[in-house]
């Protein structure tokens, strides 16, 4: 039996709509376990809406002592200084990487992708041995430096297929226009691979912003900690207070949700270049 082209859009409809749904259904369920009450959080069969919602857990998480709002200032210091410090070394690297014609590149490119695969726990210890010696500890500038050695394989990995898509004679025009070649790789080079920054930059604010590992380690200051951290505090040693716990969640989730819904078109572009070039 043949299947019409209006049966196949039908049927892919409907399947988009049911994965879409499944992969939503976890941000729903921290929503509305953020509006129920205690009471309603341990009933069983579980509610699919609370009957009495309320939302004194959002008033909780920002009017308490350590108020979710401080967390998210110190997430947004410590996302924005590592994407800055990030694209700052990667974009170079990675030009680098695409422009010159290095012996071993293939095998350094092997290595920057191994190293993805480590955990950072396996960092964590000796970048917390050094900084304890030299002073930074408890500081943005510590957690910053932190997150780059970490992301810093990942922007350069994905960053350099961009460079290989432009045309060496732009470079070459830009000198004979009177360029050298920093101004030529700041002025022509870099405004052409803007996708691909917007994409790292966003790819690595959200990891940053995501990162508790190195928060927990290298800093026992509450004042400068993550938001991450702030979601941790709400795990008791004995129980957990899981409505402020969602609400908190969803809150922090925010800033991701609205990265993608507004940067979508870059990313999208961005992710498909990468992976056709190079």
């Known amino acids: 039996m043949r299947i019409t082209k209006r049966k196949k859009k039908i049927i892919f409809t409907t399947v988009g709509i049911v994965v879409t749904a499944l992969m939503l259904f976890p941000v729903y369920w921290m929503f509305i376990t953020s509006i129920k009450p205690l009471n309603e959080i341990y009933v069983d069969p579980p509610l699919f809406f ?97 997150n780059t050695t970490n992301l810093l394989p990942f922007a350069i990995i994905l960053l350099r297929p961009f460079f290989l898509g432009l045309p060496k004679e732009l470079e070459e025009a830009a000198l004979m226009d009177g360029c050298n070649k920093f101004m030529s790789f700041w002025k022509v080079i870099l405004p052409l691979t803007r996708t691909g920054l917007i994409t790292v930059g966003t790819f690595t604010f959200l990891m940053a912003w995501n990162e508790l590992l190195f928060a927990l380690t290298l800093s026992n200051d509450n004042s400068m900690r993550p938001v991450t951290v702030g979601i941790y505090s709400y795990m008791g040693e004995y129980a957990a207070e899981w409505n402020n716990l969602m609400a908190a969640s969803f809150v922090s989730s925010l800033p991701i949700i609205f990265a993608f819904i507004f940067l979508q078109k870059y990313i999208v572009n961005g992710l498909t270049t990468g992976t056709t070039k190079g």
């Open 50 to 146: 609370p009957s009495d919602p309320t939302i004194q857990p959002y008033i909780d998480i920002f009017t308490s002592k350590n108020s979710m709002l401080h967390y998210m200032k110190n997430s947004f210091i410590i996302g924005s200084g590592s994407m800055l410090l990030t694209l700052a070394l990667a974009a170079p690297a990675a030009y680098g990487l695409a422009r010159k014609k290095l012996i071993g590149v293939v095998i350094l490119m092997g290595i920057l992708i191994a190293t993805q695969m480590f955990p950072s726990i396996i960092m964590a210890t000796p970048l917390y041995i050094i900084f304890l010696n030299i002073g930074l500890t408890d500081s943005f500038t510590g957690l910053i430096i932190a």
